[in-house]
């Protein structure tokens, strides 16, 4: 069995956000309810507020989005997208460079290589820390924004059939999706090599495991797209993996299928696939905005 590190549950995710592990089925949909006001709302309840994005590793969506959705909301950001330019290249530790950066603001969303950096990180915080991603554990804002996609684009989150395709053993987006959809009426397919498929630890019985879309894309209402997360791999040679989304696929597809991926891909959905109305990856990235804007005000909205 694959080992993860323990997560602390009892954690209120008004104070910090580790894992989706601490969401109960209110809490989401009081996030998502916030949300929805908020994506229409021109209200500033962020004003003379700050963030710190402290990113370890790269990140075009998760960054920005955060940065768009504090500034939007009247707050200010403190960007620290690139560490080799801190003094972490001078040997800081985690904990040493957290307990510098809260004297200056309200919240920091954290992006780190290894699985216990958030709980590191909660550990010596005293302001929220906001887990936007652990090495190959957790990403739970991805998640509640997959989520809050499935229940806008579907109108709904019980009755569906949801396919999880692509390297599930290191995509910590799948990771923390299949826990929540886990809290729905919900079918999970999963389609991987099997030297990909999802941790045992993730896996539920009433899952099916395959190797190919074609299995079951017919009965599929909801398609989950991953690239293979080759930062992960210790050995480069190991990499040899290619699969895509292809036209047939979508061919043999419902009509009302939702396609979704977490982004950035290479090469798993085609861009011959954008025009297709199904495909709801750049609209995935838009529902992000407003759910991360929902999670500050929920965080740092009140004094
Ligand atoms: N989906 C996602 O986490 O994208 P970034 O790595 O660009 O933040």
Known sequence: MD??????????????????????????????????????GRTMPLTGKSIINLFYEPSTRTSSSFYAAMTR??????PINEVNYSSVTKGETLEDTIRTLESFTDALVLRHYDEDATERA?????IPIINAGNGAGEHPTQALLDLYTISKERDGLNGLNVT????????????????????????????????????????HKNDTEHREL????????????????KERFFDELEIDFSYSVTRS???????????????????????????????????QVKYGLHVRMALLVALIGRD
């Open 122 to 126: 909660v550990s010596v915080a005293s």
């Open 164 to 203: 999880l395709m692509g390297d599930l053993k290191h995509g910590r987006t799948v990771h923390s999706l299949t826990k929540l959809l886990r809290m729905y009426d919900v079918k999970i397919n999963l389609v991987s090599p099997p030297e990909l498929s999802l941790p045992r630890f993730y896996l």
């Open 249 to 283: 696929d979508m061919d043999l597809a419902k009509t009302n299928l939702v396609l979704m991926h977490p982004l950035p891909r290479v090469g798993e959905i085609p861009i011959e696939l954008d025009s297709d109305p199904r495909s709801a990856y750049f609209r």
């Open 3 to 40: 080992t993860y590190y323990t997560k602390d549950i009892s954690l209120p995710w008004r104070r910090a956000v580790v894992s989706v592990d601490q969401f109960k089925k209110p809490d989401i949909d009081e996030i998502f309810a916030l949300a929805d006001r908020l994506s229409v």
């Open 73 to 78: 909301l009247g707050g200010s950001v403190i």
């Open 214 to 229: 074609g299995e079951v894309i017919a009965d599929t209402d909801i398609l989950y797209v991953t690239r293979v997360q």
